[in-house]
């Protein structure tokens, strides 16, 4: 069989595969788990490219190792995510006949033990990003099921208040509680912005050139 022809053959088998119904629910834990890589690189690379220029010494091959680093662990932690929450979710509806709410739950739960319960630098900007969204959503559930009153006001200037009154006190009497890149961060903006020699590191770099 010519090359060309084997290459149709494949194709037209695969895609009548993907087509099948009976293959549906581990199909789409697999592509729940390509669209994790994808994504967890989409998002990290850039982050990573930006926070290690702005902030990282060392030589741009440390630095290249740190992002792709970086990028990798992101990448396969969302994939290894999205393939456990999605293929728990399908098993136990499995067993139970039917989906019920509290499986999402119990799927993200162990997923998230299993993959985001190690404390390193990623799984922590990950797990608070995602606070941060769920209090935000708790807060508009509360009020959508009548738990809590509808505000009179729009309460996020109160909101922001709070948040950047106790985000600076935190930074500048105790720094080591915060996250490392947000400690770079606002040394970045706060400190190193008191401190240059001449017009160089005044206005062009942010420190002195060696």
């Known amino acids: 069989m010519a090359r060309p022809d084997l290459f149709k053959t494949i194709l037209y088998t695969t895609n009548s595969l993907l087509q099948q119904e009976k293959y549906k629910v581990a199909l789409a834990v697999l592509k729940g788990f390509r669209n994790g890589a994808v994504y967890g690189a989409k998002i990290r690379a850039p982050h990573a ?14 630095k290249l190792k740190a992002i792709a680093q970086a990028t ?7 994939a290894y995510f999205v393939f456990t929450y ?35 630098n990623i799984n922590s900007q990950i ?12 807060s ?3 009020v959508e099921k ?3 009153p509808q505000p009179k006001r729009d ?8 948040v950047w009154g106790v985000v600076l006190w935190l930074f500048e009497y105790y720094p080591h509680t915060l996250q490392p890149s947000l400690q770079s961060s606002m040394t970045y903006l706060y400190h ?7 017009i160089s590191d005044f206005l062009i770099y942010n420190k002195p050139r060696t």
Not at 49 to 62: D, I, N, W
Not at 72 to 78: A, G, P
Not at 127 to 138: D, H, K, P, Q, V
């Open 49 to 62: 490219l930006v926070m290690t220029f702005l902030f990282r010494s060392g030589s741009l091959k440390s």
């Open 72 to 78: 990798y662990m992101h990448s396969r932690n969302l």
């Open 86 to 120: 999605k293929g728990l979710q399908a098993l136990q509806e499995h067993v139970q006949g039917k989906s019920r709410p509290y499986h999402s739950f119990l799927a993200a739960c162990l997923g998230g033990w299993l993959v985001f319960g190690e404390n390193n």
């Open 127 to 138: 797990n608070m990003y995602l606070l941060s969204r769920i209090l935000f959503a708790l």
């Open 140 to 142: 508009r559930l509360a």
């Open 146 to 148: 009548g738990y809590v």
């Open 155 to 162: 309460p996020f200037p109160l909101f922001a208040t709070i």
């Open 192 to 198: 190193d912005s008191n401190v240059w020699h001449d």
